[in-house]
């Protein structure tokens, strides 16, 4: 009895030898991922200083975490938090999508588009149009100084964004017409003005064939120019003269 009395003794002496010891561990983990972590925040503050001085005021660096033996963290604008950039922390390396996602706006006007579509999609359950998207197709650090600002200010819905719908329609230059006019003519009825039309365009005829037309919203109320005609006639110099783009993509 007194040996078997002494094994259970001996078992639960190692039993809590082993939770004390993972908890050590634990512990000492949990302490070694702050501490490096702390550095880290230092070390990514210092490197904004030395490579973003023009932006190092306008921003902060949210709390670095680890992720796969990667340390990564977020640095977001201070007037909108939808305008940031990562950088990260690798084999004593610092990377950085400053460039796309900051500078050139990418996290904003992708969080931009998300809202305007949303708008879209509940103002156009009815219609006929079902194939319509929104896109920012600028740069933010190509957009003047007013834009910017606007948009650091959540005034998203300014025309400087583009539609894009794909349909299919005769292609001959009344057809063409009357599509570039309903739409405009629907999007403007709904609330929604962009400064580009994007259409893909397919041939009732023959499916197979399709065109992309791109150009400014505002040559539609040109009284002296026929969009449709200039597109079937391939007439160069007016295309290029109020910058519509056609591609033939099939």
Not at 40 to 48: A, G, I, R, S
Not at 104 to 118: A, Q, R
Not at 163 to 182: G, P, Q, V
């Amino acid at each position: 009895m007194k040996d078997k009395e002494k094994k259970m003794f001996v078992q639960m002496i190692m039993f809590f030898f082993v939770i004390i010891l993972c908890f050590g561990l634990i512990v000492i983990k949990t302490k070694s991922d702050y501490f490096k972590e702390e550095k880290l925040n230092k070390k990514f503050d210092l490197y904004l200083k030395d490579n973003y001085s023009d932006i190092y005021d306008d921003v902060k660096i949210l709390k670095t975490y680890n992720k796969n033996g990667t340390y990564f963290a977020k640095v977001v604008n201070k007037n909108n938090k939808n305008l940031y950039f990562n950088i990260s922390y690798k084999t004593k390396k610092i990377y950085s999508s400053y460039k796309t996602d900051y500078l050139e706006g990418k996290t904003l006007f992708n969080y931009y588009e998300k809202i305007l579509n949303e708008e879209l999609k509940k103002k156009n359950k009815s219609s006929e149009y079902q194939n319509i998207t929104i896109s920012f197709d600028t740069k933010l650090n190509e957009c003047s100084e007013l834009i910017y600002k606007r948009l650091l200010d959540n005034k998203y819905n300014i025309p400087i964004y583009t539609i894009n719908l794909e349909d299919n329609i005769l292609f001959d230059s009344i057809s063409i017409n009357n599509e570039i006019t309903n739409i405009n003519n629907y999007i403007n009825k709904i609330g929604f003005n962009p400064k580009y039309y994007n259409l893909t365009l397919n041939d009732q005829k023959n499916l197979t064939n399709t065109m992309s037309v791109k150009f400014k919203s505002d040559i539609i109320n040109v009284e002296t120019l026929d969009i449709g005609t200039s597109i079937v006639n391939n007439d160069k110099k007016t295309l290029e003269k109020y910058s519509i783009d056609v591609k033939f993509l099939n």
